[in-house]
C-alpha cells in the first residue's frame, strides 16, 4: 500500500512479461473485461471466502444495453435470493435491474430493468441523472428500498417500498444534498426507524451518521457515531455499506472505508458491531480490513481497485453470504462465519469515534 508522502523506488519491470512475487502482482496487465491492472495484495488466511467462479453477474448477462453490473442490494424472498443491481446505460446513467437466484450464486436477470428514473412528480426533478446503489431491508412485512438520486441538484436519498418486487411504491425523498449511502436497520427502536448515512463534508472527514424517523418521512436526532481513523485503511472516508443484520453479540454492520495511494483511492470492507437496544451505541470496530480488491475485476475496471456492498445475506448454519461490486463493473460474492466477523469487532478493535 503506497501513501501519498512515501514513494519508494520501483524497479522498472517489462509490460510485456508480468511477474510474481510473493502472491503480489507487479506488472501491468491487460484484462478482457477492464483496463490496466494495478499493483495488489493477497491477503493470507481471508475472513471472507470468494466464490470460486466470480463475478458471478456482469453485463453479458443482461438481457438490455449496459456497460456495467454493479453495487447491488440483495434479500432472500420466498426462499429466493433477489438481487437489485445497479448498471450504467451506453450514455453513462444508472438504472437498477434485478435478477433472481435459487442458490445465491448464480443467477439470472428479468428482462425489464426493476426501477427507472421517475417521468413525473418530484422524484422526476431529483432523479433526473439516474437510480444508484440501492439497499433493501425488511422491517414489519415490508422492504425498504434506499437508493442514491442524481441530479443537476446533486445527489440526495429516495425510499421506496414493495412487498413482492413486482409493485413499487416511491415514498418520499428523505434527505438533502449531499448525502448518501443510506440503510435501514430491520427493527425499530422505540418506536422509531433508524438508519445509518454518510453525509458530505469539507470540515470533517466523511463519517457514519444516525438518524431516526416515526414515519420514514421525516428523519432528525442524528448524531455521528464513527469517524475514519488517522493513517489507517479507512482514513480518507468511511459509508454504511449492507444494512445491518442481527447477531446475539449486537447488528453487525459491514461498511465500506477509503484510503487514498499515489495510484488513487482504494476501496475496502470492514466491520462494526453496534448494540442491540440502541444501535447509536457502536461496541467495538474491526481494526483491520475484511475484504480488499485483489481479483483481477476488483483491480481493474470501470473504477479500479474497489469492493464496494450493498447487500449481505445471514444464513441458519451460521454463514453469511456478503456480495460486493468489483471496480463498479461486475458483481462478486463471498461468505463469512458471522462469529468470525464478530469476534473480529470484539477483539481485534478500534475507536469508533
Known sequence: MLRRDVAPKLRRISASKPQTKTGILMGP???PWGSIGQTTMKTHNPIITRFKKNPILTRKDVPYPVATVHNAGIVKHNDRYIMLFRSHLLNGRSIIGRADSED???????PKPFLIPSTD????EYEAFGVEDMRISLVENEYLLTYSAYSRHG???AL??????????????ITQADLRNVVIFPEKFGGRYARLDRPHSEISSWSIWISYSPDLVHWGDSRVIMKPV????DE????PGAPPFRTDKGWLHIYHGVFKTMAGAVYRLG???HSLNDPAKIIGVSDQWILQPEDPWEVSGYVPNVVFTCGAVPEDDGTVKIYWGGADTVMCAGTAVIDDLVQLCLTNTRSAL
Open 29 to 31: 496487465r491487460v484484462y
Open 104 to 110: 445465491g450464486f448464480s443467477f439470472t436477470v428479468h
Open 121 to 124: 412528480n418530484v422524484f422526476a
Open 155 to 157: 445527489v440526495r436519498i
Open 160 to 173: 421506496a417500498r414493495t412487498r413482492d418486487f413486482e409493485k413499487v411504491e416511491r415514498i418520499a425523498l
Open 230 to 233: 488517522a493513517y489507517h485503511w
Open 236 to 239: 480518507m472516508k468511511i459509508g
Open 271 to 273: 466491520a462494526a458491531l
